[in-house]
């Protein structure tokens, strides 16, 4: 079945510092991939939508300076957490859909990733 | 707007019993409907779906659930419950593909909850 796979699963950095997660769909193309933070024992946040070839879109209150994404190939996309901050302690996830799936496509997510800003 | 509800924050069961996580939803038009299941400190788990045709769908490790229209419903069941199957539950409801200005792949998801299953 389709596979999402992200690294790293744990990452600790010093606050200032910038840390990349990457999200890779391994047995299919994806040009749409999410982004998701979740606080411990809460509901997924979606932070935005990352789309191949360009600019991925942020939801309100999102710092896209903060959190950069990128998705340079169908396969790949990557979130930078920039100039990290203890705040930005959390679970990120990643989810993708297969491209050019007809309706009732099922949406397969990562592992999801430690980040700790020490 | 679409959304999901899931009202129960916790649900303990005994196992071998039969358990229900409740989910209801708001949506316009016809609903994509998703559980998923997390393992502490693990990525979603998917479970199933309903998108058409029967109402009840049947997904992994034993669970199912069935689609009420008129209740706006998707409550996840499972016959037996096993001590493994304690984690927490997801419901998501996906935009339908008819709505302008949509993504395909957006879940709204419900807050989660956590099950319990005791020996």
């Known amino acids: 079945g389709a596979v999402v796979s992200q690294h790293p699963s744990w990452v600790i950095c010093k606050s200032g510092t910038s840390v990349k997660i990457e999200c890779r769909s391994l047995d299919f193309q994806a040009t749409t991939m999410f982004w998701y933070r979740q606080f411990p024992k809460q509901s997924l946040m979606l932070m935005a939508t990352s789309n191949e070839g360009s600019k991925a879109t942020y939801e309100q209150g999102v710092e896209k300076d903060k959190f950069l994404i990128n998705h340079a190939s169908l396969t790949l996309s990557t979130l930078t957490v920039t100039s990290a901050h203890p705040e930005d302690s959390s679970f990120y996830i990643c989810?993708?859909?297969?491209?050019?799936?007809?309706?009732?496509?099922?949406?397969?997510f990562g592992e999801g990733s430690w980040l700790t800003v020490v | 707007a679409q959304s999901v509800a899931q009202p129960e924050d916790q649900v303990n069961v005994a196992e071998g019993n039969p358990l229900t996580v409740k989910c209801t939803y708001s949506v316009s038009g016809n609903p994509y409907l998703f559980w998923y299941v997390q393992y502490p400190n693990r990525g979603l788990q998917f479970l199933l779906k309903?998108?058409?045709?029967?109402?009840l769908v049947k997904g992994s490790y034993g669970f199912e659930a069935e689609f009420n229209k008129s209740q706006t419903s998707f409550h996840l069941k499972k016959p037996s419950a096993l001590v493994s199957d304690s984690a927490l539950y997801f419901c998501a409801v996906r935009v339908p593909l008819a709505d302008r200005g949509s993504t395909l792949g957006r879940l709204y998801f419900g807050r989660g909850t956590q099950l319990t299953v005791w020996p």
């Open positions: 309903y998108i058409t045709g029967d109402n």
């Open positions: 989810s993708a859909s297969r491209t050019g799936a007809i309706s009732g496509n099922t949406i397969y």
